[in-house]
């Protein structure tokens, strides 16, 4: 299916990171020919008790709001000006809610769209809690967008790794992402292993051999770990080979209600190393 919907969720402090980040997710919707839609949200006030004002006393609660509705305004005008620039369909919206409702709010409205283009700040606890929201409530893909590479990042995927590791996440990855790896100049599928078994040939060329049908022309490769984590190693061999996309499967699992990523996960969406598209 093709791209033709996105989301950009818009939360946060409007650095010079971030703005460029935004810039270049609406580049990108423009390069993949979709319609963009921004929703920027708010913290909703948090009533406290009242307290006596004496003199010399700050509002710090009004200034407090006063600078979230400033941040929001400054993140809305970033986007509306790239969308101008970028000549794209876009529409925007804005809402108040309750700080812990934020990441779910998000997630509902990722479900009526193709992709959510993520802003990344690097190994931020409250960002990976929108990631994770969306990953697992929203039933649609992510392309998450590192801001401290924003200014580098090319908005356009030539060259497109697939980090293959046979589990059902990276078949829905790839899947999801068949769009982009179509419009691709160079795609390799890679696998993180020291011992190169029979199996883990056969499956990579299986996937290259299905991607084939689909008009990829992809090649097949191993990348030894040698020790390091698996994110880390994906991490380097995507710099060194000028990657400009990962497409990967995420994991996680549940107990007694508590999320666990998987170490690749949690490694890549830390701190990601390029454009990362990640399903689960």
Known sequence: ?????????????????????????????????????????????????????????????????SRGAGDMQQLLNAF??????????????????PPEQIAAILAEHARFSDLTLVPVKSHDSRTENIIEALLFESG??????PEHLAEELRPE????????????????????????????????????????????????????????????????????????SIGKVLGSWASSHAIDAIVMGAYHHSRLNEIVWGGVTKTVIGQPPCWVMISH
């Not at 409007?14 to 913290?43: F, H, N, Q, W, Y």
């Not at 649609?140 to 967008?145: D, E, F, I, Q, V």
């Not at 590791?165 to 419009?183: E, K, M, T, W």
């Open 1 to 65: 299916m093709p791209i033709k919907d996105v989301f950009l969720p818009l939360v946060g402090q409007p650095r010079g990171s971030a703005l460029a980040a935004i810039e270049k997710c609406v580049a990108v919707a423009a390069d993949l020919g979709a319609r963009i839609t921004a929703l920027a949200l708010e913290e909703e006030e948090v009533l406290e008790r009242p307290r006596g004002v004496f003199p010399g006393d700050t509002d710090s609660a009004g200034t407090s709001r």
């Open 80 to 97: 509306t000006i790239a969308a101008s620039r970028a000549n794209i369909r876009a529409r925007s919206r804005t809402g108040k809610v």
């Open 140 to 145: 649609r893909p992510l392309l998450l967008c």
């Open 157 to 228: 995927f030539e060259n497109v790794m697939i980090a293959w590791d046979h589990s059902a996440r990276a078949a829905r990855a790839v899947g999801d992402a068949l769009p982009i790896l179509q419009a691709a100049a160079s795609v390799r599928v890679v696998t993180v292993t020291d011992d190169g078994t029979e199996a883990i040939v056969q499956s990579g060329t299986a996937l290259v051999d299905h991607l084939k049908e689909h008009g990829v022309h992809a090649s097949f490769e191993t990348a030894k770990g040698s020790g390091s």
